[in-house]
């Protein structure tokens, strides 16, 4: 016995000394770790590695860079821009992560387990309280283990789902911080290109200008020595000459950076020469041209700007903060699952599965759930409240902008009339100055003035074309389209010129900032109307609504023909007499149906109704003949679909603009083989005259399907509301009118 418990020990100390070894090891090397600096070698690893990626080699430059191929090769090579397109990159990268997130855990696992003795035991009898005195084990002392097991907790589902939206919306911002760096780099490309132009155009005459300035003053000093004039005029005459060589290097050292600022926002090696292509005279002589009006650009910046769509995404990720956390407040419930294997011997199946679920809630979490609702709205009402700041903001600098343009668009003016009269001011000093009337430095004084009216100009004009470029920052306009079929710099520089020269008809094409608020007032003035017309239908019909919102006579109407039957005419009511003592309406609706994307011919068709005032649709069509055989009945406007359920798609300036947006949406999502089509509402202002065309779609089946549409719409960073009309604004002859009246 003596020599088996000798042994046992042999053998426990044997295994027990390795593990105490390494485990001393482990510690001396963790506690032993001290700060490294970098040695030369790492450093130099280092410097080569980024200027490897730096000088990266680009396209090259076999002709003289114009402004769209500067901007292009900014978006394409410039750093900064790069930078953002990685933060893209990851942010999608982790958005793809977090899908993962959601499904189950499939965990695979294997072990050995082993002891020095046996795991035995004995019993006990109950009964009397006497041990059985037999060991027994049902353990062996080496054993292998492995199972597959699967595990799904339905709380963490949703908590990872939530995570994943809010990723996704983490991409979205990172590119509208992306859109946010190019429209400032398309800014200071602009901006330097001009500089870049101004010393071009300048330093060529100021070299010979110092030479000559130069020459003047040796021969002031050699005056000066043999005292041909009177020393105190000598010194004022050299101090004159002095003062304006001073100015010409000044005007050198303001220039000759410029062309280097542009190069390097180009992404161009520092030193490297490209030669710059040089505006037409006209070009320097004409500013650049604003046409947009400050209201349209305040709806435009309100819908475009990157720092609004970025807070408009935090709020998402807010409201899904707020679900996560009211998730976290609920039970947890365990799915699990497993497939096991064990080599123990004395097990009867040494293969088996086990399954089940377990439901788990923290009751403290009932207590913490109203201040953790409270905490979580709080979030998201100051989000909203950032965004609201932000957007009074963004209406500021766009008003400030648009000043700051038109003061220098003024200042332009005037320095160029300056410049003018300057140079014609040389062009006579040169004159008397050959005839020997005036001395050299009188024609030297006249020459550097108008170079520096030259200069001035110049500089006011890059000025202006840096206003120029910061109201499009400030209206958030981006020169790129959203897709592009390659990615070459031929490619960007004419998206770049397209995009630059177009901007201003997309903001003009924008409804107003007080039309757009006028939009829901009228729509929250339409509801009281409709709950009156609601409460007297028993009754008989009474003219109070005309009195409310007056219309001109009915009038007859044709719309653009459908593929659907037409359905069975339907005789119209008689226009009521009141209508026609009443003014005439300060604005006048015009509808008009697109048949681009036709329904199919079970879909119903809208109910008759008036049209307030004469108007003319797209494709006019010969009226039935049920309708003209009744002189005294008002006329019906056929569109080609019903109108229960419509979606709102904005407000635009003319129809024109109208029909392109809606050709973008129905190219994008597809419209054409699902049934949904286009209605253009147009009022005209009484104030201006101007035409404002309201953009709908129509054709869905049920209110489901437009909130999918719109939900795509709004994917496409558009706004769209769905709105859905009631039978008795379909019926009713007068409340469609009304309703027509107040869009």
């Known amino acids: ?158 908590v990872s789902y939530l995570r994943a939206r809010q990723n996704a919306n983490l991409v979205l911002i990172a590119d509208e911080r992306r859109r946010r760096v190019v429209q400032g780099i398309m800014q200071d490309v602009r901006t330097a290109y001009w500089r870049a132009v101004a010393a071009e155009r300048l330093l060529k005459r100021l070299a010979p200008l110092e030479k000559r300035v130069e020459g003047a003053r040796r021969d002031a000093r050699t005056l000066e020595a043999l005292r041909v004039q009177a020393p105190l005029q000598a010194l004022n005459y050299t101090r004159t000459l002095v003062e304006t060589l001073r100015q010409l290097q000044s005007l050198r050292r303001e220039l000759v950076a410029s062309k280097s600022q542009l190069g390097a926002l180009m992404g161009l090696p520092p030193g490297e020469p490209f030669e710059i292509e040089m505006p037409a005279a006209s070009v320097m002589q004409s500013p650049p041209k604003l046409d947009v009006g400050a209201e349209a650009l305040e709806t435009y910046a309100l819908l475009n700007r990157p720092e609004l769509l970025e807070e408009s995404y935090n709020q998402r990720i807010s409201a899904d903060e707020t679900w996560r956390s009211l998730l976290k407040l609920l039970p947890g419930i365990d799915v699990n699952a497993a497939l096991r294997y064990d080599s123990n011997s004395f097990l009867v199946n040494q293969r088996w599965a086990d399954y089940g679920a377990r439901i788990s809630w923290n009751l403290i979490n009932l207590v913490s759930a109203p201040t953790t609702k409270s905490y979580a709205e709080a979030q998201e009402e100051l989000v909203a409240f950032r965004r609201q700041a932000l957007s009074m903001a963004v209406l500021s600098q766009v008003h400030v902008a648009v000043l700051q343009y038109r003061e220098l668009k003024q200042e332009f003016a005037l320095t160029a009339e300056q410049a003018d009269l300057d140079t014609r001011i040389r062009s006579q000093y040169t004159n008397v100055g050959e005839a020997g009337q005036v001395g050299e430095l009188g024609v030297i004084q006249s020459e550097v003035t108008a170079l520096l009216s030259d200069l001035r100009r110049d500089l006011v004009l890059a000025d202006l074309h840096n206003a120029y470029s910061r109201v499009m920052v400030s209206a958030g306009v981006d020169p790129l389209p959203e897709t592009m079929a390659a990615d070459d710099l031929p490619t960007l520089t004419q998206a770049v010129g397209r995009g630059l020269s177009s901007w201003q008809e997309r903001a003009n094409s924008v409804m107003r900032v007080k039309d757009l608020m006028a939009a ?96 003319q649709a797209a494709a006019p069509a010969p009226a039935p003949a049920a309708q003209t055989a009744t002189p005294a009945a008002a006329p019906v406007a056929t569109a080609s679909f019903s109108p229960v359920i419509q979606a709102d798609l904005g407000a635009y300036a003319s129809h024109r603009f109208a029909e392109r947006e809606w050709g973008i949406i129905a190219g994008r999502l597809g419209t054409e083989g699902n049934g949904v089509g286009a209605l253009y509402v147009a009022t005209r202002r009484s104030e201006d005259g101007k035409t404002i065309v309201q953009l709908r779609a129509g054709g869905f089946a049920d209110r489901a399907a437009a909130e999918r549409f719109c939900h795509r719409v709004k994917d496409s960073q558009r706004e769209c509301t769905v709105r859905t009309l009631s039978a008795q604004e379909q019926q009713s002859d007068s409340q469609t009118a009304d309703r027509l009246a107040s869009l």
Request: glycine residues 4%.
């Open 520 to 615: 829901p007032k009228a729509a929250a003035q339409d509801a009281p109307k409709d709950s009156r017309a609601e409460a007297a239908k028993p009754e008989a019909p009474k003219p109070e609504p005309v009195k409310q919102a007056p219309v001109n006579k009915p009038v007859p109407v044709t719309a653009a023909p459908t593929p659907a039957p037409a359905p069975a005419p339907v005789a119209a009511e008689p226009a009521p007499k009141a209508a026609a003592a009443e003014p005439a309406p300060a604005a006048t609706p015009v509808v008009t149906a697109s048949s681009a994307a036709p329904l199919p011919a079970s879909f119903p068709a809208p109910a008759p109704m008036p049209v307030p005032a004469p108007v």
């Open 1 to 158: 016995m003596k020599t088996s418990t000798a042994h046992l020990r042999r053998r426990l100390l044997s295994s027990v000394v390795p593990v105490a070894v390494l485990t001393a090891s482990l510690l001396a090397a963790g506690c032993a770790v001290k700060p490294e600096p970098l040695t030369a070698e790492e450093n130099l690893a280092r410097v080569r590695k980024d200027l490897g990626v730096v000088l990266t080699p680009q396209e090259p430059l076999t002709k003289a860079v114009s402004m769209d191929e500067a901007m292009a090769r900014a978006i394409k090579y410039n750093l900064d821009e790069r930078v953002k397109l990685m933060e893209v990159a990851v942010a999608t990268d982790q958005l793809d992560l977090s899908r993962y997130d959601m499904l189950p855990r499939v965990v695979a696992a294997a072990g050995y387990v082993g002891r020095n003795n046996d795991a035995g035991s004995e019993s006990l009898n109950l009964a009397t309280g006497r041990r059985t005195g037999e060991s027994t084990t049902a353990t062996d002392r080496h054993r292998r283990t492995g199972d597959l097991a699967f595990t799904w907790n339905v709380l963490d589902f949703g």
